[in-house]
């Protein structure tokens, strides 16, 4: 039995997983838990953690900052390549107040820290972690503790920052959750009707997509290919459907535009407004449920690699009369498909065409789910490695002695964003399933906290 006690005594890498793991365990467990309707989640694994750490558990130190530092990147880049194709949609004029309301929250976190800072005797380093904890922001810790070292060394307290934040992140949970339930009594704030003004308001929104049937009244576009109406507008438009010599087809650009024509057009909803004044009226025709209409439509996965290195228009597969791409759906942000869009692994396409058009149409976009399960590791250890390098860069800031590092927070969410918008581009597929980003970035999170 003495193996079993100085496994579970002395300092050792076996040991230092024993005790990860069961404190890990534990606070998931405890996570699971809910009081008054609140659950605080991954949390309990930093509170289990200080418990082990008050009663005096040591770890071997050097295991214990590799795992902490590894779950950090693993976190931080699974959070990148969750986000990013969002992120990149959200930098419009729609998502500014947003933007802007964020850059103003935190700029008032910096702000009272540099207050504190002056007018009482706390180390920046101490403060950086409280600001850190307060927001719980934990990558937050991990640039301040990496600044910190690249200003004054081996010589900086990382231990009083982390202690710092640790202090302060229970207030700042808690405290996020008094605050939401004190203001939605203060203001009577009514989540169903919430709910329902979001849903209203985003239907309302300016860029979303919706589709119409127009009636095409401009006798100057008749004899005209469809194309001619691709050029005047600018913006990205599809016609999915169209009612043309009394039979309903999916038309291609050389389509000649004919009297009595409707077209079904999926476009922007601001797009509209030219249309209406290009084409003509919308049209009480439904082409969607015409019962005389053999198109059909239905959403596929992309899955094959062999399409997502090349523009949509460089595609000789998919210039077909028996299908049109007329809606694409990438990270919950919809997208009018159109010439000049990459396809990315992971991407749902809206198709509407024929039995035998939609059977192509799968051949080509690949639509094997199976083929998404097992992940491309070698893609996601690229952008982290090239992470690690970005966040080493030294940057020199004026009035700062040393060079500085985004480090091992900024770098690897700074690559992730980038290559889950553009790392088709240059052939390297980040995609991962939302469970099996989920696992990495719940597994990396944890091993920080802990």
């Known amino acids: 039995m003495d193996w079993i006690l100085n496994l579970l005594t002395q300092p050792s890498f076996a040991h230092t997983l024993i005790l990860f793991g069961l404190v890990i365990a534990t606070g998931i467990s405890l996570g699971k838990l809910k009081i008054f309707g609140v659950s605080l989640g991954v949390t309990w694994v930093l509170f289990v953690g200080l418990a082990f750490s008050l009663a005096g558990v040591v770890v ?8 902490k530092d590894f779950g950090l990147v693993l976190f931080v880049y699974t959070l990148g390549l969750q986000v990013g194709p969002g992120f990149f949609a959200s930098l419009n004029r729609n998502a500014l107040s947003n933007n802007v309301l964020a850059a103003l929250i935190v700029s008032l976190g910096l702000t ?3 207050l504190f800072y002056c007018t009482t005797t706390f180390a920046i380093g101490e403060l950086s972690g409280v600001m850190s904890g307060a927001v719980t922001n934990t990558p937050g810790l991990a640039a301040a503790q990496t600044t910190l070292s690249n200003i004054h060394g081996d010589t900086a307290d990382n231990a009083t920052v982390t202690l ?9 949970v808690f405290g996020i959750i008094l605050a939401m339930v004190f203001l939605k009594r203060i203001f009577r704030v009514d989540i169903i009707k919430e709910t329902e003004l979001q849903n209203k308001l985003q239907n309302l929104r300016e860029n979303r997509v919706i589709s119409k049937h127009l009636q095409l009244d401009n006798h100057q576009l008749i004899g005209k290919p469809l194309s001619q109406i691709f050029e005047i507008i600018k913006t990205p438009i599809v016609v999915s459907r169209m009612f043309h010599h009394g039979e309903i087809i999916t038309p291609t650009p050389k389509t000649i535009l004919a009297q009595g024509d409707v077209l079904l057009i999926v476009a922007p909803k601001t797009t509209f407004d ?7 009226v919308e049209s009480a025709i439904n082409l969607k449920t015409a019962l005389d209409s053999n198109l059909i439509s239905q959403h596929f996965v992309v899955t094959n690699k062999a399409i997502t290195h090349r523009r949509l228009g460089d595609i000789t597969e998919l210039h077909q009369h028996d299908f049109t791409f007329t809606r694409l759906n990438r990270a919950g ?3 009018v498909p159109n010439g000049n869009i990459v396809l990315q692994l992971g991407d749902t396409i809206k198709v509407v065409g024929t039995p035998e058009g939609l059977e192509q149409a799968t051949k080509i976009v690949g639509d094997s789910i199976k083929r998404l399960e097992v992940p491309d590791l070698a893609p996601i250890f690229i952008g982290i490695v090239l992470g690690l390098l970005v966040g080493s860069i030294p940057l020199q800031i004026p009035s700062i002695p040393v060079p500085v ?3 091992l927070a900024g770098g690897p969410l700074l690559i992730a964003l980038l290559l889950s918008r553009f790392g ?3 052939y390297l597929n980040n995609y991962t399933t939302h469970s099996a980003n989920l696992m990495l970035r719940e597994l990396g999170i944890c091993f920080f906290l802990t």
């Not at 710092?164 to 700042?172: C, S, W």
């Not at 030219?274 to 003509?280: D, F, K, N, S, T």
């Open 60 to 67: 071997e130190n050097e295991v214990r900052e590799f795992l």
């Open 112 to 114: 009272l820290t540099l």
């Open 164 to 172: 710092a934040y640790a202090v302060a992140y229970p207030f700042g």
């Open 274 to 280: 030219q249309l209406h004044v290009l084409i003509g």
């Open 333 to 335: 942000t919809q997208l």
């Open 405 to 407: 590092k985004i480090g």
């Open 424 to 426: 088709n581009q240059i």
